[in-house]
């Protein structure tokens, strides 16, 4: 645990200090545009990211301790239509394996910042806190104009081998308007950089690197999968993010230490929160048939046993028999 705070509290000195670097370095009117807005001003945004990983919406494998369940620091970035800081279907950058696998936001940051800087994609990164649990929520503000109205952003699943949640290019522009708000659930998805099944699997790197994929109830088809609920057509969001447009006569500031709440969210939020996912057991295979036991000319008894891999959740099938017998001659009579 101390060791993840400690990544968290470096990275945010990092973060804000290239934020500002940033907002301040990137030119006010960049060349490019979106020709599918057409809005006249800058809209300013409260995005408020919500975790909803839970142990009962997620009882399998849900990490507890070393670290228990938690979230990184958001890193989010305004920009046009042709940037990506990560896409589905495609091959993570070196800065997302870093982000996804370590929490490690510098190499992600300097992709940002050369992006800016090259194609001039990039109009603003701004990040939140993290969120100390499963649940909670954490918040922070930006900007975008019709130019760069596309906003992306990417958080770490802790503890995890690559896993994350995130957007991808989120256009918050409708022709000439802003669109007041918008509330996204989130699900997880998998870096392709590290092969491990658990939250707290070690690290196995993926060879050769896989794209993103989105992780689902049946995806990785593996019973070892910590997302693995063959009963679920579906997996519950384990996060959302409420993106609120700002009203021109409120004052907007670009905080400097944004506001965190890690308190159970309220109002139907709360509802969300007690989703109970049943978790089936699960049991090993059979051992092998033991020796025959008994006595000479009478009928013997084999046995055999299996164990318990996980105990059921939630009203989740009942574990079966462990251990089974059937008649046999013993061997090597006298």
């Keep these: ?47 408020t990211f919500t975790g909803k990983w839970s142990q009962t919406a997620f009882p399998k494998h849900y990490p507890l301790y070393r670290p228990p369940a938690q979230w990184s620091p958001l890193i989010g970035v305004t920009h046009s239509s042709d940037y990506h800081i990560w896409q589905r279907d495609e091959y993570a950058s070196n800065g997302v394996r870093e982000f996804s696998e370590k929490g490690e936001a510098w190499t992600l940051i300097k992709e940002v910042e050369a992006a800016g800087e090259r194609i001039q994609s990039v109009y603003g990164l701004f990040s939140t806190p993290a969120v100390t649990g499963g649940t909670g929520q954490t918040t922070s503000e930006f900007e ?39 509330t996204l659930d989130l699900y997880p998805y998998d870096a392709g950089t590290d092969s491990g099944f658990t939250f707290s699997s070690p690290n196995f790197e993926t060879i050769p690197q896989d794209k993103v994929t989105q992780i689902t109830s049946s995806l990785p088809n593996h019973p070892a999968n910590a997302f693995f609920y063959p009963r679920l057509k579906h997996l519950p969001p384990i996060a959302k993010v409420t993106l609120t447009k700002i009203k021109n006569n409120q004052i907007f500031n670009l905080p400097i230490e944004p506001t965190q709440s890690n308190q159970i969210p309220t109002g139907n939020d709360i509802e969300d929160a007690l989703i109970n996912t049943p978790l089936d057991c699960e049991v090993s295979v059979w051992s092998p048939w033991g020796l025959c036991q008994g006595k000479c000319g009478d009928k013997g008894v084999r046995h055999r046993t299996r164990f318990i891999h996980m105990q059921p959740a939630n009203s989740g099938a009942a574990c079966p028999l462990l251990e089974e017998e059937k008649p046999c001659v013993p061997d090597n009579c006298v």
């Design 1 to 47: 645990m101390e060791k993840v705070t400690s990544v968290c509290v470096s990275c945010m000195l990092h973060w804000f200090t290239l934020m500002l670097t940033l907002l301040g370095g990137v030119p006010a009117l960049p060349v490019g545009s979106n020709p599918e807005c057409s809005a006249g001003s800058t809209a300013k945004y409260s995005l």
């Design 144 to 182: 975008v104009f019709a130019r760069h109205s596309f906003l992306s952003f990417i958080v770490r699943i802790v503890p995890s081998p690559d896993w994350f949640v995130g957007v991808d290019s989120l256009n918050l522009c409708e022709g000439e308007n802003w669109k007041e708000s918008v």
